[in-house]
């Protein structure tokens, strides 16, 4: 059917394979991982952010994540004693675990995410939640990612994250559609991953943007990659 | 729809007597008496056990208990499939009444998911149902239905009121006259034997060439393995044929056809009833089979 052409498993796992290859250009992190059946698969990256600390931080096993700094970002020194008051707890870091998986139901891509303290203690939703910035807050609850419940990955069986799929296609159709219209190729998985991740900490280099348009869009692929100007 | 209503109501209306224990290093300040339930096969663990858990905190202080969660032999028992699933995946072979053991602490979050309120159970089971209906109508059926059918649907479920719950279920297992089925069956495939918690695929209820499905065809298609085809001793030039183990009769007409999927669409069950009275040789016969060739971990 023409979904198919949209969003159907075989364009996905292209889709996904452009995006790695760009991904391993750049150094961003991503890669691939079978099932142990290899009938499928899905997108994966991990990386690891400090929370920030601040006056107003809980004490406990909480984590009061203000805003998502990329380690780089952070100070190298761990946070000196002058720097936090009296409540405070030390700079901890979080370890982020992205998987992209496609929905046959909805055939649209679906992000799992999950969290943890390096010693494997997990973060609970409202802890993810509360690291969610505020501009998005307001988003998600009007859709169309409508929520962020807690799911079993379909693939590893184990409790995720998940942002709701039910309205992916809406907005990712006109995105296509458009892109085809000015003869322009879009990654779909660069566009749906720009529009989603930034929600729940998961930014893209613009440099992924530029990778996308300047492939020849032939979905059977390309082994050759092109240099990026 | 009206003569498969006893088929359906023998569904809903499925029971596993349970006896639930406290784990034995739970803090008391008396004896824990076990306690016994019949659990609804079309439920779910979290829905039904207020009981249970009111049982058990009677005879503990409050500070040891937070989160209560079930385990079968050492398996945390996840909430969110359909108890008959859990019972038929993991201690279908043994006697009952199925044992349980009840936990307070350590909730094993690597396992399970948490259900901090009956909400959360109510989400979860409406995103398996508009899922289904994803796959069945394209969700067209769902998402003309107003919020109060959605209520409806899991208010039945949660009071097992069956006249209540099909009221509105109904609609969701209809097709338009010059269809021949859904768009797609809704079914997942759980094993034990697998890394991977089940399969799930997108299946058509007719072949190209307008054919019916059968079960047989779906398992065939979507689990090989646990098809075991019988290999004759001798053979014959020009009539060598792999035959599964068991013969999936054609369940005439495209309702019956997907009356099986039904079962799990509409209320997540985990043993497929595949037809009414007369049908139900098949089941047996299946069960027989599949027994035989040594593939007892699938279940449908």
């Known amino acids: 059917m023409e979904e198919d052409e949209f ?27 079978a099932s142990k059946d290899c009938s499928d698969g899905y997108m994966c990256k991990t990386h690891f952010q400090v929370k ?111 942002l709701h799929p039910c309205k992916t296609s809406e907005f990712l159709i006109p995105v296509l559609k458009n ?37 020849e869009g032939n979905v059977s692929g390309q082994d050759n990659q092109r240099p990026l100007i | 729809m009206t003569d498969d209503k006893d088929v359906l109501r023998d569904v809903w209306f499925g029971r596993i007597p349970t006896c639930f224990t406290l784990y034995q290093d739970e803090i008391t300040e008396r004896e824990a008496e076990p306690y016994y339930l019949l659990l609804p096969r079309v439920s779910y663990l979290t829905l039904v056990t207020d009981k249970v858990k009111k049982h058990f905190q009677k005879v503990m202080r409050q500070e040891d208990i937070s989160e209560i969660w079930f385990e079968y032999e050492g398996t945390p028992l996840k909430w969110h499939y359909p108890i008959g699933l859990l019972f038929d995946l993991l201690a279908s072979s043994s006697a009952l009444p199925w044992n349980i053991t009840v936990h307070f602490k350590s909730f094993p979050e690597k396992d399970l998911l948490h259900c ?25 059926v769902i998402n003309e239905m107003q919020k109060k059918d959605h209520k409806q649907l899991w208010m039945g479920l949660q ?23 859904f768009r797609y069956i809704p079914f997942r495939i759980y094993q034990t034997t697998t890394e991977r918690p089940f399969i799930q695929k997108l299946f058509r209820p007719v072949s190209t060439d307008g054919q019916l499905h059968t079960l047989g065809d779906l398992l065939k298609e979507v689990c ?20 599964p183990t068991f013969e999936p009769s054609r369940i005439a007409g495209g309702r019956k056809a997907s009356l099986a999927v039904k079962c799990w669409a509409s209320q997540g069950p985990s043993r497929v009833f595949i037809a009414r009275k007369k049908f139900h040789w098949f089941r047996t016969k299946l069960k027989q089979q599949v027994f035989r060739a040594g593939v007892q971990k699938f279940q449908l």
């Open chain 2, 159 to 181: 009071n097992d009121r069956f006249d209540q719950f099909w009221a509105i279920n109904r609609k969701l297992m209809e097709y338009p006259a010059e269809e021949n089925g």
């Open chain 1, 179 to 215: 892109s085809r219209k000015i003869n322009r190729n879009v990654n779909y998985i660069t566009s749906w991953l720009s529009m989603v991740g930034p929600a729940v900490g998961l930014n893209l280099p613009l440099s992924y943007a530029t990778a996308a348009s300047q492939e």
């Open chain 2, 224 to 243: 090989p393995s646990a098809v075991a085809p019988e290999v004759p001793n001798t053979v014959l030039p020009g009539e060598a044929k792999i035959e």
């Open chain 2, 116 to 140: 901090p309120s009956k909400d959360v159970i109510e989400a979860h089971f409406m995103s398996c149902v508009k899922e289904a209906d994803a796959l069945k109508h394209k969700s067209q």
């Open chain 1, 52 to 162: 920030n600390g601040t006056a107003m931080s809980h004490q406990g096993t909480s984590a009061h994540v203000q805003t998502f700094l990329p380690v780089e970002e952070a100070v190298d020194p761990p946070l000196d004693d002058f720097e936090v008051t009296e409540t405070t707890t030390a700079a901890e870091v979080i370890k982020y675990e992205y998987h992209v998986l496609y929905s046959c139901s909805y055939q649209v891509p679906v992000l799992y995410f999950r969290a943890s303290f390096l010693d494997g203690r997990p973060l609970a939703l409202k802890d993810i939640w509360e690291g969610v910035h505020e501009c998005y807050k307001m988003r998600l609850l009007q859709g169309p990612w409508d929520t962020i419940t807690q799911q079993e990955h379909p693939i590893l069986g184990q409790p995720f994250f998940v």
């Open chain 1, 7 to 33: 969003f159907g498993e075989k364009t996905f796992q292209h889709y996904c394979a452009e995006f790695i290859k760009h991904s391993q250009k750049i150094g961003d992190g991503w890669e691939w991982r």
